[in-house]
């Protein structure tokens, strides 16, 4: 768009806002645009149809090649919804005048909601006038009362009874179908399941909690569509300002519908379920989730990096306390801060046993913890066998760095907790496509066995007949399972073979084109294919490692009737947020993201 193009869409914006319908006009006979963006969301034409008096606006934008049936494809929304919003009946008028080869399709879904339902379901005692002329003006243009979800005009569920018999007294020439002058008992199941559904969406929007549960015991977060759901948390989300570049422009998340009663104090019991379920996990990613799971990371990232420091310095100390031992270095000191350290984790470990019970064990980071700690305390040992000392070194040394790695994947920085998540599906999937395939692992270990069960022959060094210890070949069954494992990697040492015949060949020719080349390929495509997968998701994994942490910190420090009631300090409401919304300035310190909390009292 050229410079003298952007000049005219400023006007035109510029027109809209003042209300100035000559200028509105001038601008668009000298090519400004009512199709592209007034704001970050609207288009000139969508906003002059939702927005009260803009009759003259309408009727202009439409001369202007805006079309009637117009429908935004981001969202499915139709021009007649946008008009129908507006609760005024002069702009739905111009909308629907008749013009030549154009008819206004007035029973547009959106949301699986027709605008003459959608006025039905917002009608009240202070808007009755303005939304019946609009009823009444769709009616005429043959809306339709049978849709897929109203079987009859639903009114009473949203006003009262009062409504009807207010319009019905005023508006003589409006009639009500028969269904609706029925008894509620007569009414389908479809509808009846939409009231309750709308009665939820109503509680939302009154500030109810999205944790609690409905009238049937389930939570309200699973009984609202998606869609619905989305559009809740989006309302929850404002702008203060005109002028997005401003530096004062502010945006207002408000945190009312995660609030929970005083009576249950766990904050992520309703993220839970946005996280569990296939549908709703997408959620995570949205602004009001995770500016509250960032909020909650302000509270318990000083019990993570506690706990991560500790384990980067128990592990330390377990390293170098094993390398000293085998060098025959015995230092007291280290022995007493191992041994020390591992109490702490011993009664750390009965402490969150006694809180959770046999959840406890039920997380991959407890059972390393437990590990840990177990292995820290035999390598203080001395044992009488110094092959059994060396294999429990070795252990502890594998288990303190896989604990350390599994903390570090929890850490709130997109790329390590991504490579980490990376490393753990990669090793799920290996291990999940290499048992899938080791009965042809058990096979070849099984014909090597029997082709070259010959032990090796190797010349004594220096004339001694002294007994070497056992060859790594193919005498032993278990052995030679080990031995073809090492093979499938590449490392075939064929010189050391000794084939006895054409079938030998064949065999180790298969084994190398089934074995070494398809099978290896195929795992090296599968861990690619879930890297990509992993690479592609990175954000919305990250959010799900966030609430993982999250989760099991509140659990361990908020659990109820224990004697850690005060470390409840940690929970958002009341200690944090005074109000339940904060402001954030996007513009207050240029390339940062500035957060200002500021007292909602």
Known sequence: MSLNENDIQEELRTALSNRDID??????????????????????????LYTPGSR??????????????????????????????????????ELLKDRPDETVYVDQKYYQITPLNWLAKNLTEENASAVVQCMLMLLKKGASFNTTEYKTLDIDSDCGREVPELLQ??????????????????????????????????????????????????????????????????????????????????IKIDFKTLKPPEDKPFEMAPIAILAESKELVYLLQHPLISGFLFLKWRRVSFFFYVNFIFFGLLGLINILHIVLKFHEIRSIALIIILLVCT?????????????????????????????VMVLSFTICISFEDKQTERVLASLSILAVSANFCIMIGFVPALGISTYMLMLREVSFSFLKSISAYSIFLLAFSGCFYILFNE?????????????????????????AFIKTTVMMTGEFNAGEL?????????FFLLFIMSMNIMLLNLLNGLAVSDTQEIKNRAELNGAICMFNLLSRCEMILTSPGRFNTHLRSINIFPNYLKSSYIYVLPNQEKGQFFVKWIDGR
């Open 23 to 48: 200028q509105f006009k001038s601008a668009l006979d000298r090519g400004a645009n009512p199709n592209l963006l007034y704001d970050n969301q609207n288009s000139f034409y969508e906003k002059a």
């Open 455 to 479: 032990p090796l022959k190797k010349p004594d060094v220096g004339g001694t007949t002294e007994q070497k210890n056992q060859t790594f070949d193919f005498t032993n069954f278990y052995i």
């Open 56 to 93: 003259q606006f309408i009727e202009a934008c439409i001369n202007h090649d805006c079309s009637v049936n117009y429908v935004n494809e981001k969202w499915n929304k139709a021009a007649v919804h946008y008009a129908t919003e507006s609760m005024d009946p002069e702009n739905l008028k």
């Open 169 to 250: 007294g005023k508006f003589p020439e409006f009639h009500l179908p028969k269904e609706h002058q029925e008894t509620e008992a007569k009414i389908d199941q479809p509808s009846r399941s939409f009231r309750d559904e709308d009665e939820n969406l109503k509680a939302l929007k009154h500030g109810a909690y999205i944790g609690s549960t409905s009238k049937n015991g389930n939570f309200l977060i699973k009984q609202i569509p998606i869609v619905e759901l989305k559009k809740h948390f989006d309302s929850c989300i404002t702008t203060v300002g005109s002028d997005p570049e401003a530096s004062n422009y502010m």
């Open 343 to 371: 109490s702490c984790l011993f009664f750390r470990m009965i402490i969150n046993l006694y809180i959770l019970g046999y959840r406890y064990f039920c997380s991959a980071v407890s059972i390393m913890e437990c590990a």
């Open 498 to 506: 000794e084939f006895t015949g054409i079938f030998t060949y064949l």
